[in-house]
Structure formats: structure tokens, C-alpha cells
């Protein structure tokens, strides 16, 4: 089983910036993907960005060239980052870190484990 755990989130004004992190444990050893994706209550969870084993990432229209995700290993946690810059009100959202043992892009069905979200605030 993986454990995923999101923090960072918080309140920013726009032009701002924050970063996420996930701290991922338990089976950890054959995660392949591991992505982000943010929510708006009533409306669909959206792809944010995504790295594989290799660190090749890929982002979604909305958050490519403001957004960098990026990884690390410590000794039995994996953590995954979203450096968020340039942050516009409408980056507002849930933030969900997800991970699996498959190569995944953006869409949600792709992913086993989830945490339980960060919220990001940004304000005028």
C-alpha cells in the first residue's frame, strides 16, 4: 500500500508563488508515475503535471511554463513537488498528489493512490 501526504497549500496573492509537497511511503519501490491534479467543488479533477521514473514531465495547458514538478528519494519517502509561479485566482483549488504503478499522464483513472489535498487559495 502507498501513503500519500500533501502539504504546502495555503492563501497567496495573485502573481505569487507556492510550493507543494507529497510525501509518499509504503510500497514506494515500484511507483512508476506520479502526478498532480487539482479540484473545484463541481467540477471535474484536472491534470496538472505528471513525472515517471525517468523525470520526463508533462504538464496541461493551464499551468505549463508557471508550473515545475519535480521529485527526490530520502531513505523510505519519495517526495513529489509543484513549485507553482505566477499563481492567477483561477489556479484556485484542491491540490491532490497521485501516484501509481503504471505510466500515467493526466487523467485521473490512471491513478491508484491519492492523497487528501492541499488547499490553494489565490486572491486579487
Known amino acids: 500500500q502507498v501513503q500519500l501526504v500533501e502539504s504546502g497549500g495555503g492563501s497567496v496573492q495573485a502573481g505569487g508563488s507556492l510550493r507543494l509537497t507529497c510525501a509518499a511511503s509504503?510500497?514506494?519501490?515500484?511507483?512508476?508515475?506520479m502526478a498532480w491534479f487539482r479540484q473545484v467543488p463541481g467540477k471535474e479533477r484536472e491534470g496538472v503535471g505528471t513525472i515517471d521514473t525517468h523525470n520526463d514531465t508533462f504538464y496541461g495547458n493551464s499551468v505549463a511554463g508557471r508550473f515545475t514538478i519535480s521529485k527526490d528519494n530520502a531513505k523510505d519517502t519519495l517526495y513529489l513537488y509543484l513549485q507553482m509561479n505566477s499563481l492567477k485566482i483561477e489556479d484556485t483549488a484542491m491540490y491532490y498528489c497521485?501516484?501509481?504503478?503504471?505510466?500515467?499522464?493526466?487523467?485521473?483513472?490512471?491513478?491508484?493512490?491519492w492523497g487528501q489535498g492541499t488547499q490553494v487559495t489565490v486572491s486579487s
Open positions: 509504503g510500497d514506494i519501490n515500484h511507483i512508476s508515475s
Open positions: 497521485a501516484a501509481d504503478e503504471v505510466a500515467g499522464y493526466l487523467g485521473p483513472h490512471e491513478y491508484a493512490h
